[in-house]
């Protein structure tokens, strides 16, 4: 079986290794337009701001791994240009290749205004990486432009060792999180962050000068955080996509006749609402490559979809939310009710930090999204409640559920246990 792989990175090779594991003689090629593979894109901010210092400490495994120890062939700075799904052909720029089975993973690229493309850096390559990191080291300045995922933790990282000016369309960061909790995301930030602001002219004279809806400033670099878009321009017929340019897959992630598609360049199925949904992640793409890898020999293994749950540090605290929020649950009519506890992250006489819990349930009970902040013990709180949500657990399960208890990683009322009690009172009608 000639099996083609279009892109390199992490739903790409995950595809590629697994269809070798299940078939020592398929003929696997992979495709990459740049000159790295499988390399830790979710690692490149700590990498600019000094958390280590050589690049290739970022790639997982070097191409010689693929190529000699497990028998793919790695095609670098090789651009697919077109793909005929009906004569199971695809075409560079020079060349066309047959196939049998198809695995598109191209993955996305920054979405930059036009107007400002010619200033901007961006960060999702490890050509990006490399360069960014290269400039840095002669930039004292630092503006970024978007407070997404990204946009936040750059700035939260590389504020320790450069100035850097955070500029927002909305009147808080993260705009994933509910209002309650961008209040407190507030409280943890500083002054440097520009709210309720757009970039509206960017010129450059030895320094970049940045004029915004709320004023003007100069800085040595510019890096735009402003969202991704799928690369996929290149497939014209036979593929659906949706209006946003994403490969539209089935459960099996089958995007039409013995074309499988992954990673940031397809929607996913959200685990909470059923409907077709983005996550660009980095886990979501491994484990669709892996069951793609299955799928490609006549398996029929379903892929779920995701909750999309997502952390970053943000200021040394441990950010993130999982599920649902309330302006979906809002503009999908599902009827719901929250809790939100400020707890803490040890016992008491551990002198730990607060924690943060909003937790959203359906009206009859079932776990739809959560959110935490917290300086310690957040990540695991919030993947106890992915976990929870993945289950379909209900809140008053969190109250039963059987957590461990030790005082210096929480107290013996942690404030999940607690934010099931409230959903038990709130449930049963105790306690009013």
């Known amino acids: 079986m000639k099996i083609l792989v279009i892109g390199g990175g992490a739903a790409g ?3 590629a290794s697994k269809a070798r594991r299940m078939d020592r003689d398929a003929d696997i090629t992979v495709f990459e337009d740049g000159p790295f593979v499988s390399y830790a894109e979710c690692g490149m901010p700590y990498y600019l701001a000094g958390y280590f210092n050589d690049y290739n400490d970022l790639l997982h495994y070097k191409i010689e791994e693929f190529t000699e120890k497990r028998g793919i062939n790695v095609i670098t700075n090789e651009k697919i240009k077109d793909v005929d799904v009906k004569n199971r052909i695809v075409y560079s720029k020079n060349r066309s290749y047959e196939y049998d089975k198809l695995v598109i993973a191209s993955g996305a690229s920054p979405r930059i205004p036009d107007e400002f493309k010619d200033y901007a850096l961006s960060l999702r390559s490890m050509e990006d990486a490399i360069r960014l990191n290269d400039m840095l080291k002669r930039s004292r300045d630092i503006t970024i432009v ?18 850097v000016r955070l500029i927002s369309k ?13 209040d407190i995301l507030k409280n943890i930030c500083d002054d440097n962050i520009e709210y309720n602001s757009l970039p509206i002219e960017i010129s ?21 955080a402003t969202g991704i878009e799928p ?15 994403r490969i539209i897959v089935d459960d099996y992630l089958m995007a039409c006749d013995d074309v499988y598609a992954a990673g940031d360049a397809v929607t996913t199925k959200n685990i909470v609402t059923g409907l077709n949904d983005y996550f660009p992640l980095a886990q979501v793409a491994n484990k669709m490559g892996r069951i793609i890898g299955v799928n490609l020999f ?13 952390i970053i540090n943000l200021n040394d605290y441990q950010v993130g939310y999982t599920g649902i ?25 551990l002198h730990g930090s607060d924690v943060y819990t909003k937790i959203i349930y359906s009206e009859d009970g079932r776990l739809i999204g959560a959110q935490v902040i917290s300086r310690e013990n957040g990540a695991w709180r919030l993947n ?33 246990v607690i934010a099931g009690s409230l959903g038990l009172d709130k449930l049963q009608g105790y306690g009013k």
């Open 204 to 224: 450059y004279n030895g320094r970049y000068k940045i004029k915004t809806s709320l004023g003007s400033h100069e800085s040595d670099l510019v890096i735009f």
């Open 298 to 310: 006549g398996n029929r293994i379903k892929f779920p979809g995701s909750l999309g749950t997502t």
């Open 146 to 163: 978007g407070a997404g995922v990204l946009g936040t933790e750059l700035y939260s990282l590389l504020k320790k060792r450069h100035h």
């Open 384 to 416: 106890v409640l992915a976990t929870a949500i993945y289950s379909k657990m209900h809140i008053d399960d969190l109250f039963f559920n059987d957590l461990g208890y030790e005082p210096e990683y929480g107290p013996v009322w942690d404030p999940i």
């Open 170 to 182: 909305h009147d808080h960061v993260l705009p994933y999180f509910d209002d309650d909790m961008s």
């Open 231 to 245: 690369n996929t321009s290149f497939i014209k017929d036979g593929i659906k996509k949706d209006g946003y340019g």
């Open 13 to 15: 090779m995950s595809a």
């Open 325 to 349: 929020n309330e302006r979906t649950a809002r503009k999908l009519n599902i009827k719901y009710d929250r809790i939100l506890i400020k707890g803490e992250s040890r016992s008491k006489y």
